[in-house]
């Protein structure tokens, strides 16, 4: 079991900046692969950015458009979102995931936080 714990989440205005955290526990050994995705109300979830823990290639949704930069700590099994120039679209709950490798699709990933809410006024 690996388990994932989110934080960083909070209101922000538009234009602003946030980062977010995932703190990975358990039998982190057993996966490659770390997103982030989000569901707005009434939306589906979807995919914003993707890491491999081995080698640290990244992933991004069309619309972060450069915006948003995730990384990793291996060393702290930890996993970062940094949110910038965030649009009050960026409005949703953002969601840790960890799987075998890393995915643009949720069903790549066994292991999911509880999510961190992230609100955009404009």
């Known amino acids: 079991q690996v388990q994932l714990v989110e934080s960083g989440g909070g209101l922000v205005q538009a234009g602003g900046s946030l980062r977010l955290s995932c703190a990975a526990s358990?039998?982190?050994?057993?996966?490659?692969?770390a997103g982030w995705f989000r569901q707005a109300p009434g939306k589906e979830r979807e995919f914003v950015a993707a890491i491999s823990w081995s080698a640290g290639i990244t992933h991004y949704a069309d619309f972060v458009m450069g915006r948003f930069i995730m990384s990793r700590n291996n060393a702290e099994n930890m996993v970062y979102l940094q949110m910038n120039s965030l649009k009050p679209e960026d409005t949703a709950v953002y969601y840790c995931?960890?799987?075998?490798?890393?995915?643009?699709?949720?069903?790549?990933?066994?292991?999911w936080g509880q999510g961190t809410q992230v609100t955009v006024s404009s």
């Open positions: 995931a960890a799987g075998s490798y890393y995915s643009a699709s949720p069903l790549g990933y066994r292991y």
């Open positions: 358990g039998r982190t050994f057993s996966t490659d692969g």
